[in-house]
């Protein structure tokens, strides 16, 4: 148990579907983080948010649409993905939105885009 | 933009013998973080280093922190099988907030 929670797991979609990968941090933390991990590249960030609002959106495709209700819940919209989306999705959260201080990473959802 | 560099990317090591990954970077780092991805799983902090020529041990496991803060490295004394994972170094960028991660090594260790 991370504190951090994702769903789904694992996630299969077509090029042309619509879903949403969810997270949730029960660690009180006022940061939110959405990171890609693809084989053979670095942990990628995609988004930062705090306290509800986005800081970061490291250029990422508009496929990619991001959520932010509250501090403790954190959505990625995917719609018209492609296969190189494929990946594992992490989310992160950390106390405060400063570049020092641990990351809390959840269990990741494994997206595959056929 | 900074980037951390890190070396080898593989490495492979019988039970019982010592590890050491390095971590560069081309600017000077406010910290560094290790974090550690055992196989299927996600990436778990292990220790952040702040000063500069800082030295943490963690029961097998010692970091260090360059004299510079331009480089790190994470040593493993006598590897065992739970050792196995991908060990990350991450930095903060020049600007922005999010941590810069390096490839990460692959340790595989066998019994």
């Known amino acids: 148990e991370t504190g951090v929670t994702q769903t789904p797991r694992h996630l299969v979609m077509g090029m042309t579907n619509k879903k949403s990968l969810k997270c949730e941090q029960h660690l009180g933390h006022n940061a939110m983080y959405w990171y890609k991990q693809s084989a053979k590249k670095p942990l990628e960030l995609m988004f930062v948010?705090?306290?509800?609002?986005?800081?970061e959106n490291n250029s990422v495709p508009s496929r990619f649409s991001p959520e932010c209700p509250n501090s403790s819940h954190l959505f990625l919209h995917l719609h018209t993905l492609q296969p190189e989306d494929s990946a594992l999705y992490l989310c992160?959260?950390?106390?405060?939105?400063?570049?020092?201080?641990?990351?809390?990473f959840g269990e990741g959802s494994r997206l595959t885009v056929l | 933009g900074q980037q951390v560099m890190q070396i080898p990317q593989y490495q492979h090591v019988q039970e019982g013998e010592d590890f050491t990954t390095y971590c560069n970077s081309s600017t000077t780092l406010s910290n560094i973080q290790w974090y550690k991805q055992r196989p299927g799983g996600h990436p778990v902090f292990l220790i952040q280093?702040?000063?500069?020529?800082e030295v943490k041990k963690q029961k097998r496991l010692t970091f260090q922190f360059g004299e510079a803060k331009k480089n790190s490295s994470l040593h493993i004394t006598a590897t065992q099988t739970t050792d196995v994972g991908t060990y990350f170094c991450a930095g903060p960028p020049n600007s922005g907030y999010a941590l810069n991660f390096g490839k990460g090594t692959s340790l595989l260790v066998t019994p």
């Open positions: 280093l702040v000063k500069s020529g």
């Open positions: 992160a959260s950390s106390r405060i939105v400063l570049n020092t201080g641990e990351l809390f």
């Open positions: 948010y705090n306290f509800k609002e986005q800081t």
